[in-house]
Every structure is written in structure tokens, then in C-alpha cells.
């Protein structure tokens, strides 16, 4: 029979033959999805966008592309705009010359699990900003398209004001970390 101490060590064998990755890289998981230039290169949105698409205050961090850049997608991503919300930040990054991957990244945000509480309490917001709705009487509209003429106005200021106060709150964040973020990537190199 053996004894535990032995199993044990085994383990810790076969652990050290392991390739061990550094903390700062397990993040690469979550970023597969994000285009690389190297991948948009000779595309039809290359092809269509130009050489500008390439410009590296696009895609390399710096303390201003990234902070706008998550502010932008931020903002976007509390807008009622859930299926478009990556084209919108996309394009939005793009036309801004800030970094498109934090644009891009910050609209998960809002997905499929959040967005029911997310946009209900914008809604809410906007009822207390604006007051309740009064019915439209929209003759001819489906009953649907008349919800969403008569409830858009309030969701649309409660996604705007809750939008620019949670990038502004982002991009305050992004510079006022910046230095110690940056000096303590510099010192793990």
C-alpha cells in the first residue's frame, strides 16, 4: 500500500513538467474573439475602410485611445442597441481614433443575462427623469411597435444618462490608473 507522502510527490512531479503561464496572460481566453490586424488585413471592411484601419492609435494602448476607447464602448453598451452594439463601438472607435479592441471588449457589458436588469432600471431612470409615458395612439402600428414608440422616449434618456455617467466614471478610472498600471507591467518585464 502506498502512503499518501508518496502520491503526493508524484503529483508535484508531474505538476513541475506542467509549462506554467504567467497570471498576466490568462486574460487571452476572453480576448479570442476581438479582431487582430493581422486578420483584417486584405478583408472587404480593409478593403473598404483603407490603410487608416491600420493606424496603431487603434489598436496599441495608450493612456488617451484606451480611456476613450472603453469610454466610447462603455457608453454604447448601455444604449438599447443589443444587437448592433460591435458594429456601433466599432465604428464609433474607428471614427473617434481610439482603441477598437477596449471599444469592442466593453460592450459585453450589456449581453443576454444583464441587459433585462440593465435596461430596466434605464427605463425606470428615464420614467423618473421624464415622467410616465402617455399612450400614443398610433393608428395602423402593431401593438409592439406601439410599445416601443410609447416606452422608447423614457428608455432612451435613462440608457443616455446611465451611458455617460458610467463612461465618464471609466475613463476617469483608465487615467487616474494608468502611471501604476503601466509602471507595474514594466516591472514584471
Request: charged share 15%; net charge positive; proline share 6%.
Amino acid at each position: 500500500m502506498r502512503s499518501g507522502h508518496h502520491c503526493a510527490g508524484r503529483a508535484a512531479r508531474l505538476a513541475s513538467r506542467l509549462p506554467m503561464r504567467p497570471p498576466f496572460r490568462s486574460h487571452r481566453w476572453l480576448t479570442r474573439w476581438l479582431p487582430r490586424r493581422r486578420h483584417l488585413r486584405g478583408s472587404w471592411l480593409h478593403r473598404m475602410l483603407g490603410d487608416r484601419l491600420f493606424h496603431h492609435d487603434l489598436w496599441r494602448p495608450s493612456q488617451r485611445g484606451s480611456a476613450l476607447g472603453l469610454a466610447v464602448g462603455v457608453f454604447i453598451a448601455f444604449t438599447p442597441t443589443l444587437g448592433v452594439q460591435l458594429i456601433l463601438a466599432g465604428l464609433a472607435a474607428y471614427l473617434l481614433r481610439v482603441n477598437i479592441p477596449l471599444a469592442l471588449g466593453a460592450c459585453f457589458i450589456t449581453n443576454p443575462a444583464t441587459a433585462v436588469f440593465i435596461y430596466g432600471f434605464e427605463y425606470k431612470l428615464g420614467v423618473w427623469l421624464l415622467g410616465p409615458p402617455e399612450p400614443v395612439d398610433l393608428a395602423g402600428l402593431s401593438h409592439i411597435l406601439r410599445n416601443v414608440v410609447t416606452h422608447g422616449k423614457p428608455m432612451w434618456m435613462g440608457s443616455i444618462v446611465c451611458g455617460g455617467v458610467a463612461a465618464l466614471i471609466s475613463y476617469v478610472l483608465v487615467v487616474s490608473l494608468w502611471s501604476g498600471i503601466t509602471r507595474h507591467l514594466r516591472l514584471k518585464h
